[in-house]
């Protein structure tokens, strides 16, 4: 039997704030990938609110590059916030721009994942449930299950942005299992 080809996840969170704790859940997704799993994060700093006077005239650096990230990732794994009870705009505005043209979207039948941390008790389940409705559009293959849903995540990371909630890494690592697997099931 051979041995599965290593994956390439490209990770997004949907925050521009440094002290996210998104980015610190994907940090964390970094240490915790299995074995021939590798995730590389994407800061969207670069990429411009969706205009599609900017896009008539081409892509603007930061939106080719995000594009790019994805064409060549096996999977895309977004780790949302939740800003008034939906997904922010900063994470909606990427996924804009990742559909766009629509035949030819970077995230057309790309699998993906999604995540997120929130201080709330809900862990950004209303943000991740309207992001997942976006990709029946882009006809992206969105992971049903399992969910992660991190509550209470200023509890759960340390000053530093570590992760150090024992369970909380236990449910990643459970869950990025079962992303790769769920990437492979689309090569």
């Given at each position: 039997m051979?041995?599965?080809p290593?994956?390439?996840?490209?990770?997004?969170?949907?925050s521009?704030?440094?002290?996210?704790?998104?980015?610190?859940?994907?940090?964390?997704?970094?240490?915790?990938?299995?074995d021939?799993?590798?995730?590389?994060?994407?800061?969207?700093?670069?990429v411009p609110?969706?205009?599609?006077?900017?896009?008539?005239?081409g892509?603007?650096?930061?939106v080719?590059?995000?594009?790019?990230?994805?064409r060549a990732?096996?999977?895309?794994?977004?780790?949302?916030?939740?800003?008034?009870?939906?997904v922010?705009?900063?994470?909606?505005?990427?996924v804009?721009?990742?559909?766009?043209?629509p035949?030819?979207?970077?995230?057309?039948?790309?699998p993906?994942?999604?995540?997120?941390?929130?201080?709330?008790?809900?862990?950004?389940?209303?943000g991740?449930?309207q992001?997942?409705q976006?990709?029946?559009?882009?006809n992206?293959?969105?992971?049903?299950?399992?969910e992660?849903?991190?509550?209470?995540a200023?509890?759960?990371?340390?000053?530093?942005?570590?992760?150090?909630?024992?369970a909380?890494?236990?449910?990643l690592?459970?869950?990025?299992t079962?992303?790769?697997?769920?990437?492979?099931?689309?090569?």
């Amino acid at each position: 039997m051979s041995e599965d080809p290593p994956l390439s996840i490209l990770g997004v969170a949907g925050s521009l704030r440094q002290g996210s704790f998104n980015r610190a859940l994907l940090r964390a997704a970094v240490d915790l990938a299995p074995d021939g799993v590798r995730i590389e994060i994407f800061d969207l700093a670069a990429v411009p609110l969706y205009n599609a006077d900017l896009e008539a005239a081409g892509d603007p650096p930061g939106v080719a590059a995000f594009k790019q990230a994805i064409r060549a990732a096996d999977g895309v794994l977004l780790a949302t916030p939740e800003y008034n009870h939906g997904v922010p705009g900063v994470m909606k505005n990427a996924v804009d721009w990742a559909s766009r043209p629509p035949r030819d979207a970077a995230l057309g039948e790309k699998p993906v994942g999604v995540i997120g941390a929130s201080p709330g008790m809900t862990g950004s389940a209303r943000g991740q449930s309207q992001l997942r409705q976006a990709f029946e559009f882009t006809n992206s293959f969105c992971m049903p299950q399992p969910e992660l849903l991190v509550f209470r995540a200023h509890e759960k990371f340390d000053d530093d942005g570590r992760l150090t909630d024992a369970a909380t890494r236990e449910h990643l690592a459970r869950y990025l299992t079962a992303f790769a697997a769920w990437i492979r099931r689309f090569r």
